[in-house]
Protein backbone atom coordinates (compact mmCIF):
# COMPACT_ATOMS: atom_id res chain seq x y z
CA UNK A 1 0.00 0.00 0.00
CA UNK A 2 1.72 3.68 -1.30
CA UNK A 3 1.60 6.35 1.62
CA UNK A 4 -1.24 7.87 0.01
CA UNK A 5 -3.30 4.99 0.20
CA UNK A 6 -2.41 4.50 3.95
CA UNK A 7 -3.61 7.83 4.47
CA UNK A 8 -6.32 7.73 2.80
CA UNK A 9 -6.97 4.09 5.27
CA UNK A 10 -6.13 5.98 8.01
CA UNK A 11 -8.45 8.85 7.63
CA UNK A 12 -11.26 5.84 6.79
CA UNK A 13 -10.44 4.57 10.71
CA UNK A 14 -10.30 7.40 12.84
CA UNK A 15 -13.53 9.32 11.16
CA UNK A 16 -15.60 5.92 12.12
CA UNK A 17 -14.18 5.76 15.46
CA UNK A 18 -15.11 9.22 15.53
CA UNK A 19 -18.45 8.98 14.32
CA UNK A 20 -18.77 5.93 16.73
CA UNK A 21 -18.87 8.03 20.29
CA UNK A 22 -22.09 8.39 21.89
CA UNK A 23 -23.61 11.46 22.88
CA UNK A 24 -22.25 11.58 26.29
CA UNK A 25 -18.88 10.87 25.23
CA UNK A 26 -18.88 13.92 22.84
CA UNK A 27 -19.81 15.99 25.38
CA UNK A 28 -17.47 14.85 27.76
CA UNK A 29 -14.53 15.44 25.34
CA UNK A 30 -15.95 19.13 24.18
CA UNK A 31 -15.70 19.76 28.08
CA UNK A 32 -12.42 18.44 28.33
CA UNK A 33 -11.25 20.57 25.12
CA UNK A 34 -12.31 23.98 26.91
CA UNK A 35 -10.13 23.04 29.80
CA UNK A 36 -7.42 22.64 27.57
CA UNK A 37 -7.18 25.57 25.47
CA UNK A 38 -7.99 27.61 28.63
CA UNK A 39 -4.46 26.93 29.27
CA UNK A 40 -3.94 28.76 26.12
CA UNK A 41 -3.79 32.12 26.52
CA UNK A 42 -4.38 33.48 23.04
CA UNK A 43 -7.78 31.99 23.17
CA UNK A 44 -8.34 33.77 25.71
CA UNK A 45 -7.70 37.34 24.49
CA UNK A 46 -6.73 37.43 20.50
CA UNK A 47 -9.36 39.19 18.77
CA UNK A 48 -9.89 37.21 15.48
CA UNK A 49 -10.72 33.47 16.12
CA UNK A 50 -11.51 30.86 13.14
CA UNK A 51 -12.75 28.09 13.95
CA UNK A 52 -14.90 24.97 12.29
CA UNK A 53 -18.47 23.86 12.10
CA UNK A 54 -18.06 20.13 13.05
CA UNK A 55 -19.12 17.18 10.68
CA UNK A 56 -18.32 13.59 11.18
CA UNK A 57 -17.69 13.11 14.06
CA UNK A 58 -15.47 16.01 14.40
CA UNK A 59 -14.97 17.80 18.14
CA UNK A 60 -17.70 19.98 18.45
CA UNK A 61 -16.39 23.49 19.76
CA UNK A 62 -19.76 24.35 21.11
CA UNK A 63 -18.57 25.23 24.22
CA UNK A 64 -15.63 27.05 23.00
CA UNK A 65 -17.26 29.74 21.05
CA UNK A 66 -20.37 31.27 23.36
CA UNK A 67 -16.85 32.79 25.84
CA UNK A 68 -15.74 34.75 23.10
CA UNK A 69 -18.46 36.21 22.37
CA UNK A 70 -18.33 36.90 26.63
CA UNK A 71 -14.94 38.43 26.24
CA UNK A 72 -15.67 40.61 22.89
CA UNK A 73 -13.59 38.48 20.76
CA UNK A 74 -14.87 37.26 17.32
CA UNK A 75 -15.64 34.28 15.89
CA UNK A 76 -15.29 33.04 12.47
CA UNK A 77 -16.32 29.91 10.24
CA UNK A 78 -14.11 29.33 6.93
CA UNK A 79 -16.10 29.73 3.74
CA UNK A 80 -14.72 27.94 0.86
CA UNK A 81 -14.66 30.54 -2.25
CA UNK A 82 -13.56 30.50 -6.15
CA UNK A 83 -10.52 28.46 -6.71
CA UNK A 84 -10.64 26.33 -3.53
CA UNK A 85 -9.42 29.39 -1.83
CA UNK A 86 -10.74 29.76 1.85
CA UNK A 87 -11.66 32.76 3.74
CA UNK A 88 -13.32 33.40 6.80
CA UNK A 89 -16.39 35.48 7.64
CA UNK A 90 -17.53 36.40 10.95
CA UNK A 91 -20.09 34.39 12.62
CA UNK A 92 -22.36 34.28 15.44
CA UNK A 93 -24.84 31.64 16.86
CA UNK A 94 -28.11 31.43 15.79
CA UNK A 95 -27.00 32.94 11.82
CA UNK A 96 -28.29 31.58 9.26
CA UNK A 97 -25.80 28.92 7.58
CA UNK A 98 -25.95 27.19 4.25
CA UNK A 99 -23.58 24.01 3.43
CA UNK A 100 -21.01 24.33 0.92
CA UNK A 101 -19.89 21.62 -1.67
CA UNK A 102 -19.05 18.96 0.50
CA UNK A 103 -21.84 19.61 2.73
CA UNK A 104 -20.40 21.82 5.76
CA UNK A 105 -22.48 24.74 6.95
CA UNK A 106 -21.05 28.34 6.11
CA UNK A 107 -22.44 31.79 6.69
CA UNK A 108 -25.34 32.03 4.42
CA UNK A 109 -24.49 35.71 3.56
CA UNK A 110 -21.33 37.07 5.11
CA UNK A 111 -21.13 40.75 5.32
CA UNK A 112 -17.36 40.56 5.07
CA UNK A 113 -14.68 37.78 4.58
CA UNK A 114 -11.29 37.93 5.48
CA UNK A 115 -7.95 36.56 4.45
CA UNK A 116 -6.00 34.34 6.23
CA UNK A 117 -3.25 36.54 6.93
CA UNK A 118 -6.08 38.39 9.26
CA UNK A 119 -6.82 35.93 11.67
CA UNK A 120 -5.30 35.72 14.94
CA UNK A 121 -6.09 32.43 15.98
CA UNK A 122 -7.00 29.54 14.04
CA UNK A 123 -8.74 26.54 15.36
CA UNK A 124 -8.75 23.36 12.83
CA UNK A 125 -10.25 19.75 12.81
CA UNK A 126 -7.76 16.75 12.91
CA UNK A 127 -8.41 13.52 11.52
CA UNK A 128 -4.49 12.21 13.11
CA UNK A 129 -1.82 14.11 14.84
CA UNK A 130 1.70 13.81 16.10
CA UNK A 131 3.13 15.82 18.70
CA UNK A 132 5.24 17.48 16.82
CA UNK A 133 2.67 19.41 15.00
CA UNK A 134 2.50 16.95 11.73
CA UNK A 135 -1.29 16.55 11.03
CA UNK A 136 -3.64 14.67 8.69
CA UNK A 137 -6.48 16.80 7.52
CA UNK A 138 -9.24 15.47 5.63
CA UNK A 139 -7.17 15.11 2.26
CA UNK A 140 -8.60 18.32 0.60
CA UNK A 141 -5.39 20.71 1.18
CA UNK A 142 -7.47 23.71 2.24
CA UNK A 143 -5.78 24.70 5.36
CA UNK A 144 -2.30 24.16 3.83
CA UNK A 145 -2.78 26.25 1.09
CA UNK A 146 -4.43 29.51 2.82
CA UNK A 147 -1.59 28.83 5.30
CA UNK A 148 1.27 28.37 2.87
CA UNK A 149 2.62 31.36 4.00
CA UNK A 150 3.58 30.72 7.75
CA UNK A 151 6.54 28.41 6.04
CA UNK A 152 8.05 31.37 5.23
CA UNK A 153 8.15 32.89 8.57
CA UNK A 154 9.52 32.30 11.91
CA UNK A 155 7.03 30.23 14.15
CA UNK A 156 4.68 30.65 16.37
CA UNK A 157 3.40 34.02 15.05
CA UNK A 158 -0.17 35.47 13.81
CA UNK A 159 -2.45 33.50 13.13
CA UNK A 160 -1.76 30.44 15.81
CA UNK A 161 -2.46 27.39 14.59
CA UNK A 162 -4.10 24.87 17.30
CA UNK A 163 -5.40 21.58 15.95
CA UNK A 164 -8.24 19.87 17.67
CA UNK A 165 -8.85 16.39 18.25
CA UNK A 166 -9.96 13.72 20.70
CA UNK A 167 -6.62 11.75 22.15
CA UNK A 168 -7.38 9.05 20.79
CA UNK A 169 -6.40 10.70 16.84
CA UNK A 170 -2.79 10.76 18.05
CA UNK A 171 -0.39 9.13 16.31
CA UNK A 172 3.46 8.05 16.95
CA UNK A 173 4.97 10.03 13.91
CA UNK A 174 3.10 11.54 11.01
CA UNK A 175 5.40 12.14 8.29
CA UNK A 176 5.61 15.54 6.37
CA UNK A 177 4.85 16.09 3.04
CA UNK A 178 7.18 20.02 1.37
CA UNK A 179 3.24 21.58 1.34
CA UNK A 180 2.49 20.68 5.11
CA UNK A 181 1.98 23.49 7.71
CA UNK A 182 3.08 22.55 10.75
CA UNK A 183 0.31 23.14 14.05
CA UNK A 184 1.45 25.23 17.14
CA UNK A 185 -0.51 23.77 19.40
CA UNK A 186 -2.83 20.51 19.35
CA UNK A 187 -5.88 21.00 22.13
CA UNK A 188 -7.40 17.79 22.81
CA UNK A 189 -10.12 16.36 25.21
CA UNK A 190 -7.36 15.69 27.47
CA UNK A 191 -4.79 18.18 27.37
CA UNK A 192 -2.46 21.16 25.31
CA UNK A 193 0.30 19.56 23.34
CA UNK A 194 2.87 22.59 22.59
CA UNK A 195 4.56 21.30 19.14
CA UNK A 196 7.38 23.52 19.55
CA UNK A 197 8.46 22.13 22.24
CA UNK A 198 8.07 18.86 21.33
CA UNK A 199 9.67 19.63 18.58
CA UNK A 200 12.87 21.30 20.06
CA UNK A 201 12.73 18.28 22.32
CA UNK A 202 12.78 15.94 19.67
CA UNK A 203 16.02 17.56 17.54
CA UNK A 204 17.56 18.07 20.96
CA UNK A 205 18.07 14.34 21.55
CA UNK A 206 18.34 13.46 17.81
Known amino acids: MDANAQRRELRRQLAEQRRALT ?4 IAAAQGLRRSLDQLPEYLTDARVAGYWAVNGELPLNLIIPPLATRGQQFLLPVIGPNHQLRFAPWQSGEDVQPNRYGIPEPAAPKELLEPFQLDLVLLPLTAFDRRGNRL ?57 DCHATREDGEAHA
Request: overall charge negative; glycine content about 8%; proline content about 10%.
Open 23 to 26: PAQR
Open 137 to 193: GTGGGYYDRAFAFLNEQVRPTEPLLVGIAYAFQELPEIDEEPWDVPLDFIATDRELI
